[in-house]
């Protein structure tokens, strides 16, 4: 599986951005997707994540009520749609899907995931 991040770059505090992760090689559309964010000199950590079919969604309490996490298995995609952002959102976004869990519910833990796209930087200005 090759998935390619896009939709980063610079926004203002109190903007929006929305990033698309496209996957190719084969279909991920019964599998748990999420995504990850990395800032400077941080841990990966979890932003959100969604089930195969889109009716089981998990967020961060850092974006929960701003961020949304969505998906469109005709085109292998999976969205995240980020709205209201703050500075201390500025990360580099990684998406990934878990293909060892076929049909089930998604996991918020990054080890569980198996592929990971290249990541999107995301820098947003105060």
């Known amino acids: 599986v090759q998935l390619q991040a896009s939709g980063g770059g610079l926004a203002q505090a109190g903007g929006s951005l929305r990033l698309s992760c496209a996957a190719s090689?084969?279909?991920?559309?019964?599998?748990?997707a999420a995504w990850f964010r990395q800032a400077p000199g941080k841990e990966r950590e979890f932003v959100a994540a969604?089930?195969?079919?889109?009716?089981?969604?998990y967020y961060a309490d850092s974006v929960k009520g701003r961020f949304t996490i969505s998906r469109d298995n005709a085109k292998n995609t999976v969205y995240l749609q980020m709205n209201s952002l703050k500075p201390d959102d500025t990360a580099v976004y990684y998406c990934?899907?878990?293909?060892?869990?076929?049909?089930?519910?998604?996991?918020?833990?990054?080890?569980?995931?198996?592929?990971w796209g290249q990541g999107t930087q995301v820098t947003v200005s105060s």
């Open positions: 969604i089930n195969w079919s889109g009716g089981v969604t």
């Open positions: 090689g084969r279909s991920v559309n019964n599998y748990p």
């Open positions: 990934a899907y878990d293909v060892s869990s076929i049909l089930r519910r998604p996991s918020i833990t990054r080890s569980d995931y198996d592929y």
